[in-house]
């Protein structure tokens, strides 16, 4: 069936780079996301890629995609004590808007 | 306000109680789903939602109930509230693949 694995935690220093990995089953997922979730909030967009792609740059934040290992990561450049909170990997499920999620990564930003 | 929203964002209940969740968007966004946060299990999805009147399982049906009369309500309702039931709900709305998947606050559940 459909499953999204991740890391539950990592621990980086302020100005640090963070890389948080997530895989995958469903070859067929078009779309794959990386959401963001702040304390006592719901999920935030952050960015996604196509599976075409194999990767994607979006300000401090990479995407990279190995459509062969099933494997995403995301980049987090500079990390700032903001950038704290819970990163969800997802992949949608056919044409229906339908995402799965991983577990979540929670991200911890040391001054 | 445009956006989605969540009623109650807070609620205690006692097991064996009915209790409805609300969900309430502001785009017309076809569809809508509802997940179950917990720790350790991420997000599961329970029921989505395509269309007014279609409405489908997700992983984690059983226990739930919903309905969608009208494009931008999509209620959940926990028929018999149970202990293993305590979670924050999210609803979350969008136009379809592709499109951005907009979240709710969430509802923190305690099921006494």
């Known amino acids: 069936g459909e499953d999204v694995e991740q890391s539950l935690f990592l621990s980086v220093r302020e100005g640090d780079s963070s890389v948080i990995n997530c895989t995958y089953t469903?070859?067929?997922?078009?779309?794959l996301y990386w959401y963001k979730q702040e304390p006592g909030a719901g999920l935030q967009l952050l960015t996604y890629i196509f599976s075409n792609m194999d990767m994607k740059q979006d300000q401090r934040l990479t995407v990279l995609l190995n459509k062969k290992d099933k494997h995403l990561s995301l980049r987090i450049a500079d990390t700032q004590t903001g950038d704290s909170a819970i990163y969800f990997c997802a992949e949608s499920m056919g044409n229906t808007g339908k995402l799965i999620f991983g577990q979540g990564t929670t991200l911890q930003v040391k001054p | 306000d445009a956006g989605i929203t969540q009623s109650p964002r807070y609620k205690i209940t006692e097991t064996g109680r009915q209790v409805t969740l609300m969900c309430h968007q502001t785009w017309s966004h076809s569809y809508m789903f509802w997940y179950r946060q917990d720790l350790g299990h991420g997000l599961r999805l329970i029921y989505y939602?395509?269309?007014?009147?279609?409405?489908d399982k997700g992983e984690v049906p059983d226990g739930y109930v919903v309905s969608r009369s009208k494009t931008e309500n999509f209620p959940l309702t926990l028929e018999s509230a149970t202990r293993s039931q305590t979670s924050v709900y999210f609803c979350?709305?969008?136009?379809?693949?592709?499109?951005?998947?907009?979240f709710g606050p969430g509802t923190r559940l305690t099921v006494t």
């Open positions: 469903d070859s067929s997922s078009t779309y």
């Open positions: 979350a709305s969008t136009e379809g693949q592709g499109f951005d998947l907009y």
């Open positions: 939602s395509a269309a007014a009147d279609i409405t």
